[in-house]
């Protein structure tokens, strides 16, 4: 093959490009979405469910302070500390929970397949920027909270090209 | 005073006629490291690499967590290849504390670690474009491994650093529908990596800038020790998928791709076929993978290993990854070593550059299928 028809080759291979979809997700305005609520654990079976890595949501109802999560994360990034919690939970003799920070958290998930209680799992919130170091601590009451997050666009492949749909 | 000093210290004598040149680290073209070269007019008389701006004492921080904390940080060398800088971790834990992993777990490992090479190549292939002025060939690997990530997020649950395999299986199980899904992003993406060749391997201009440049022959890539594409590249017919076949590798049918030339262009072809190959793999396992079944065994909390030592190698998408695992019966290893492919394949740098065009520097040096931090730990 020739110099200019390998080059032509290459140009026309451009060109064609011009009919396919535009593939860009446009992201503010466009969200993903997500298979399930968030990476869960069943402690029974050892196995977890599949799901994003996001943010943490606690369930107070469950949760009885003996501080496996705090201590899972331990080795990795030490994001989560045990603090006093106000409200009297019966199974919480000492009213201790996990509070997360996620200026520390890696997202790896060890605390939630730490967890034998069914008390901690994530979600699909992955927007947590804030503009200050204390605004990225989440209280357990804070994380008590199920997150709203919009899940519009997955991608759709048909013969001019995937999309994001 | 005339003592001797160490050949690395000595004092050069310095020549009119040669210029010295710092190439990095903060030079966009060189990654996380410096490469000194020194230059006679535009020719490459000498070249010395000197990586370790990255250093994170991984090995060292691996001594001070169990074996099950361990997993989060020692995937952080290659953030686009993490399920492969695990695999052999994994391996050699599993021997250590004596578990058989399900067959299911298996096959998982196997669509997960070649998504992961091809997440990889597409962002390595991205650079390399970029580094030769091709920007076409930036925008699209950039775009289309976002068919891939988008798969490894609904399968692990994260875009990059997955913490996916621990050892006894994988964290969790598939979604529901992933089969199908799977393989349409694959077909798709299969058919996408092979338009590249019009518009950037088949392409006269790159042809021309990379072919002849920085031979390695077979002798001297065997030599130096080099793996991986590097390797291939020579001519040496060598994956570790195929001949020290880890996990289910050896009930797939797999092909090795070897170039003969040798140069820059043969070792930027080889991974690009590489995956080629890597689409075929992942259909075959979606195939024959058992549709239902356990992917993890259940392990008791903080468990110790056996007083023994265990090296376990896999192929990544840089070429053969090892991983020597020292324990004393304690549930934190002894020792932890990763001997990583970017590393070896540096070592051929100095020798590929002597005499070529300093213009030829950037594709030389990235076709050697380099990750600065991986070689840095």
Partial sequence: MGTATGIIRALNSGIKHIATKRFTLRYPEEKLKFVGDGYQFDPSTGVGIAGLKGRHMLFHDHCTGCQLCSIACEGVAEAIAMVKVPDEQTQNKKSIMPQIDYGKCVFCGLCVDACPFYALYMTNDYELSSFSKEGLIYTPAQLQVKPYVAQDSEIIISDRGATHG | ?377
């Fill in chain 2, 1 to 377: 005073m005339t003592a001797e000093l160490p050949p690395g210290l000595a004092l050069q004598k310095v020549d009119e006629r040669i210029m010295t040149l710092n190439v990095g680290p903060q030079h966009p073209g060189s990654g996380h490291m410096r490469i000194v070269v020194q230059i006679d007019g535009d020719y490459i008389v000498a070249c010395d690499p000197d990586p370790g701006y990255v250093h994170r004492g991984e090995e060292k921080m691996a001594e001070y967590r169990n074996y099950i904390t361990n997993i989060p940080h020692l995937e952080r060398p290659v953030i686009h290849d993490s399920c492969n800088v695990l695999y052999p971790y994994v391996l050699g834990v599993e021997e250590l504390l004596g578990i058989e992993v399900p067959e299911r777990a298996k096959y998982v490992r196997v669509i997960a670690s070649e998504l992961n090479r091809c997440i990889y190549i597409m962002y390595w292939l991205a650079i390399y474009g970029i580094f030769l002025g091709h920007s076409t060939m930036f925008m699209w690997p950039a775009g289309d491994r976002e068919l891939l990530i988008d798969l490894m997020e609904k399968m692990t649950g994260a875009r990059v650093t997955h913490a996916h395999f621990v050892p006894g299986g994988v964290r969790n199980d598939l979604p529901p529908n992933f089969e199908d899904v799977c393989l349409r992003q694959v077909n798709y993406f299969e058919k996408r990596i092979k338009e590249y060749a019009a518009v950037f391997y088949d392409n006269p201009i790159l042809i021309s800038r990379t072919r002849d440049t920085g031979i390695l022959s077979r002798q001297d890539a065997i030599r130096l020790g080099t793996t991986g594409s590097v390797l291939r590249a020579s001519g040496v017919d060598y994956d570790l998928r195929k001949k020290e076949p880890y996990d289910v590798y050896d009930e797939l049918d797999i092909h090795t791709n070897v170039m003969k030339e040798g140069d820059s262009y043969a070792r930027s072809r080889i991974p690009w076929l590489d995956m080629i190959e890597s689409c075929k793999i992942i259909k075959q396992a979606l195939q024959k993978m058992p549709k239902s079944g356990s992917v993890r065994v259940k392990l008791k909390p903080n468990p110790k290993g056996k007083n023994e030592t265990v090296y376990k190698r896999v192929e990544s998408g840089r070429g053969s990854l090892g991983c020597y695992v020292v324990s004393d019966s304690k549930p934190e290893p002894y020792r932890v070593k990763l001997s990583v492919p970017s590393f070896r394949n540096l070592i051929a740098l100095p020798y590929l550059l002597k005499g070529e065009k300093l213009g030829n520097m950037p594709s030389v040096y990235w076709s050697l299928n380099y990750w600065p931090v991986e070689a840095d730990r």
